[in-house]
């Protein structure tokens, strides 16, 4: 019912007010990343998944998801266009969506920050699944359980995840998993996977005090340290700590 009242209000505000305010491209905050992030993965025609490490209760993940279908219409409405060109463009529309998470909040850690202590952000699978179920293409995201650390071993998927063995390259990753520790271990499941183009968010980038000894910032450093091919280019900071990166692979 809630989230009916505000769909509504949320219609009712578009009609309202003019296109750029409404328009996720000009946001600022995560929804705005997401957005700028899909334009560029379909108007590059780059195949791949959009991964999520940290769900929780799947907000990012329906904002996401709800901004691709937006890009699926658009692509529809390219088909009828006047203009040849636009219909002759064989857009890529088969992205996977990945979601990472224990489903039980937050993992033991030792990196006594307040808000992410064990058990923080607890959320279950059926809640995020029930929350994402009203966007169309919901029933085809694969849930990963568990640590990522865990995962990695064996990537037992839920939902719509045909191929679980085989993960696709990266479109877009979302690292949305606030520490160190779990920034390398989801980088450690990208790794091989990112290719030119993909888009990385960090959404905690300047959490821990913005020091770069810890937290997200702590894990892409070790990471670019071992994998000297992958330079990462800065693409747009959003919200109030989240920052976007672009992926350039020097030996392609
Ligand atoms: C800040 S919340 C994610 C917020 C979410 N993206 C949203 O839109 O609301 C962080 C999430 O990361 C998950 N997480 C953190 N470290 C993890 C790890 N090592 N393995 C699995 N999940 C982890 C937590 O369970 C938590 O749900």
Redesign the pocket.
């Known amino acids: 019912m809630k989230n009916f009242i505000k769909n509504q209000l949320k219609t009712v505000f578009k009609k309202v007010l003019p296109s750029y305010v409404t328009f996720d491209q000009n946001r600022n905050d995560r929804s705005g990343a997401l957005h700028k992030a899909w334009g560029h993965i379909i108007s590059n025609n780059i195949r791949g998944a959009y991964y ?10 329906y904002e996401s998801l709800r901004i691709y279908n937006e890009y699926l219409n658009w692509i529809r409405n390219q088909k009828k266009s006047q203009e040849l060109w636009r219909r002759k463009v064989d857009w890529f529309v088969g992205h996977q969506f990945y979601a ?8 033991a850690n030792e990196e006594e920050h307040h808000a992410f202590k064990r058990g923080y ?1 607890l ?1 279950g699978i059926e809640e995020v699944q029930a929350r994402l179920a009203p966007l169309p293409g919901s029933e085809k995201i694969g849930y990963f359980q ?4 865990q995962v990695a071993k064996q990537f037992v998927c839920v939902g719509g995840c045909a191929v679980a063995k085989n993960l696709d390259k990266v479109a877009i990753a ?1 690292v ?4 160190y ?2 920034t390398v ?1 989801a980088l450690r499941i990208l790794e091989g996977k990112l290719q030119q183009g993909s888009v990385l968010l960090f ?1 905690d980038w300047y959490q821990f005090n913005a020091d770069n000894n810890q937290g997200q910032r702590r894990g892409v450093k070790e990471f670019l340290n071992k994998n000297k091919q992958i330079i990462l280019e800065e693409y747009i900071t959003y919200s109030h700590c989240g920052k976007a990166f672009i992926v350039q692979m020097e030996d392609k």
């Open positions: 999520e490490f940290g769900v929780y209760k799947g907000d990012s993940l990472f998470d224990t489903f039980e909040g937050m993992p952000f959320a568990g640590t990522f650390k979302n949305d998993c606030d520490l520790s779990s271990d959404d």
